[in-house]
């Protein structure tokens, strides 16, 4: 059974950075496609980054150039780096691994952006 725990969230001033971890235990990190999501207050869940099992990413064009997904294989975690932080990338961020048909997700870390 696929576990994901989020970790590294908190707050921050405008122009700032963190750095989140998603660590993942149950089965075979390496095979899943893995991918952070934020959802803020009244809005929609939506895709941040994700990184594929060969190491190909894609990026939410809101957060191009600003933040960085990446994968450690050998310690089953994949990371978001989140630079120049913004008041409106304030939400609760969740990590989400996907392999063909089967998804699990995590259960969210808070990241607010004062400004």
């Known amino acids: 059974q696929v576990q994901l725990v989020e970790s590294g969230g908190g707050l921050v001033q405008a122009g700032g950075s963190l750095r989140l971890s998603c660590a993942f235990s149950g089965s075979t990190f390496a095979a899943y496609t893995m991918g952070w999501y934020r959802q803020a207050p009244g809005k929609q869940r939506e895709l941040v980054a994700t990184?594929?099992?060969?190491?190909?990413?894609n990026y939410a064009d809101a957060v191009k150039g600003r933040f960085t997904i990446s994968r450690d294989n050998a310690k089953n975690t994949v990371y978001l780096q989140m630079n120049s932080l913004k008041p409106e990338d304030t939400a609760v961020y969740y990590c989400k691994a996907t392999l063909i048909r089967f998804t699990s997700w995590g259960q969210g870390t808070q990241v607010t952006v004062s400004s």
């Open positions: 990184i594929s099992s060969g190491g190909s990413t």
